[in-house]
């Protein structure tokens, strides 16, 4: 299997364990109970060495809460998330390790009500 695709997997599924509602390829539909986790786009750059592949998947997770006032909420399934990448060490193929972590919390206007976005960028390299 890929390691993007793998990597993917991998989290979707320990990321469905915590509790929250997760959702990946597309956003929920509409009515769908806040707050919720979005599995969304990822990255994969890799390089051949002499007998394997290794290099870096870039992972975004998105969570999103229609109450503006929550923010701790957001913070705290932001960490819950952190935590789940931080223990994925091995897959079916791949070795992993995080290299970086960017985490923004933002307003978020796309809708009438006004929702509260939460943004995690995460990198892991893989062998």
Request: with cysteine; proline share 6%.
């Amino acid at each position: 299997m890929d390691p993007q695709q793998e990597l993917f997997t991998n989290l979707l599924i320990e990321l469905k364990k915590t509790g929250y509602d997760v959702y990946d390829t597309f956003l929920p539909p509409k009515g769908t109970p806040y707050p919720f986790i979005y599995l969304a786009d990822s990255q994969q750059t890799d390089t051949r060495t002499k007998n394997t592949v290794i290099g870096n998947v870039y992972q975004a997770i998105h969570v999103w809460h229609n109450n503006p006032k929550q923010r701790g909420t957001v913070s705290q399934m932001l960490l819950d998330i952190k935590k789940v990448c931080y223990r994925l060490e091995h897959t079916a193929s791949f070795a992993w390790m995080i290299r970086n972590v960017d985490q923004r919390i933002l307003p978020d206007n796309t809708t009438k009500t006004p929702l509260l976005h939460g943004l995690l960028e995460v990198e892991f390299s893989f062998s």
